[in-house]
């Protein structure tokens, strides 16, 4: 997969930035894990042998590959499991996530919950 999401930061920036309200939290005498850490992000999650740059092509609008790439996570559900791990670990507890012509289209989603969110149950 390879790409760095900007949106909301790669794990280290998410870790770096928990840590700085951690330290928040304890310096007012607020509960850190009674905060929600959310963390926004689209998903494109690929189909069995779908080609990568196809479906990012299909979906980029009118977004630059670059843009696209930036704010939207493209993989199979492994990859997407891994990245959404990652940020997991580094303290988010809440996700937003953005599909992709979901308007149009529900089955990104309805796999999304059959195939990515029963991993972290």
């Keep these: ?4 999401l900007q949106r909301d930061g790669d794990a280290a920036t998410l870790t770096h930035k928990f ?3 951690r330290q928040h939290c304890e310096d007012v ?6 905060i929600i850490r959310s963390s926004g992000m689209g998903v494109v999650l ?6 990568r740059d196809a ?3 299909r979906d980029r609008g009118l977004l630059t590959r670059e843009q696209f790439l930036g704010q939207v996570l ?4 492994d990859e997407v499991v891994a990245a959404l791990q990652e940020r997991v670990d580094a303290g988010v507890n809440y996700f937003i996530m953005y599909f992709p012509r979901v308007a149009y289209d529900h089955e990104i989603m309805h796999r999304f919950a059959d195939e990515v969110i029963p991993r972290f149950a």
Excluded: S
């Excluded at 005498?29 to 009674?34: K, P």
């Excluded at 690929?46 to 080609?51: A, M, Q, V, Y």
């Design 19 to 21: 840590q700085v309200l």
């Design 1 to 4: 997969m390879g790409q760095r």
């Design 29 to 34: 005498g607020r509960n850190y894990d009674e």
């Design 46 to 51: 690929l189909k069995p042998g779908e080609d």
């Design 55 to 57: 479906a990012i092509e």
């Design 74 to 77: 493209v993989g199979t559900p």
